[in-house]
């Protein structure tokens, strides 16, 4: 085998390896708690392991997830366009599963001291999160099981929260409840395939 072949298989193979507890892509039914868990595994680790450290509920987490980046792992903000054609940028810095944003992803790092961390891995992303909901807890007083009031807070960051700058976004609202929906479905689904099945 050549050099050149032997150096190219082993870059593939580095950079495989390298993704961790990334997928580039959403899971394949979305809408069922239970079937994103069997579909990947590494999740039920990530949020288990968030919710010991933290406090926040799988079912929490994962709602919230999915309305961040529906599970993609690199999601991105779409870009802004002048006139419909020049691009100006994305909407913000917010990235991967969680969409942190870089400003608040630095604070995580330093707090936390994970200077290794990426967002687009489940594991880094759901601490992340954990992290930032129980922060939401001690300064706001949001119960970690509250979806809605968490995702307000996640949105809107903590001073827009504590300012209710959500109360005059209707549509922020709509997603707010949307979330807390979800989260409720995930709980029953959770439930009910956690034990019986000894999916987690």
Same mark, same amino acid.
């Given at each position: 085998m050549s050099r050149q072949l032997r150096a190219a298989l082993l870059l593939l193979l580095v950079a495989a390896c390298g993704r961790g507890g990334s997928y580039g892509s959403s899971p394949n039914t979305?809408?069922?708690?239970c079937a994103i868990l069997r579909e990947r595994p590494n999740y039920t680790r990530a949020f288990r392991a968030a919710e010991?450290?933290?406090g926040v509920p799988m079912h929490v987490q994962m709602a919230t997830i999915y309305q961040e980046s529906k599970f993609v792992s690199d999601a991105r903000t779409p870009f802004r366009y002048t006139l419909g054609v020049i691009p100006m940028g994305r909407q913000? =810095?917010?990235?991967?599963?969680?969409?942190?944003?870089?400003?608040?992803w630095?604070?995580?790092?330093?707090?936390n001291r994970?200077?290794?961390?990426?967002?687009? /891995?489940i594991h880094d992303a759901t601490d992340f999160m954990g992290w930032y909901?129980?922060? =939401?807890?001690?300064?706001l007083g949001i119960p970690l099981h509250d979806a809605k009031q968490q995702y307000l807070a996640y949105h809107e960051g903590r001073t827009g929260f504590a300012r209710g700058s959500?109360? /005059?976004?209707?549509w922020l609202?709509?997603?707010?409840?949307?979330?807390?929906?979800?989260a409720s479905t995930y709980q029953q689904q959770l439930r009910s395939c956690g034990g019986r099945r000894g999916l987690f």
């Open positions: 979305m809408d069922d708690a010991r450290r933290w913000s =810095s917010a990235y991967g599963y969680s969409q942190a944003l870089d400003g608040t630095k604070e995580y790092v330093q707090a994970k200077h290794s961390a990426r967002r687009d /891995n909901m129980a922060e =939401s807890r001690d300064r959500y109360r /005059n976004k209707a609202m709509r997603v707010a409840q949307s979330v807390d929906d979800r």
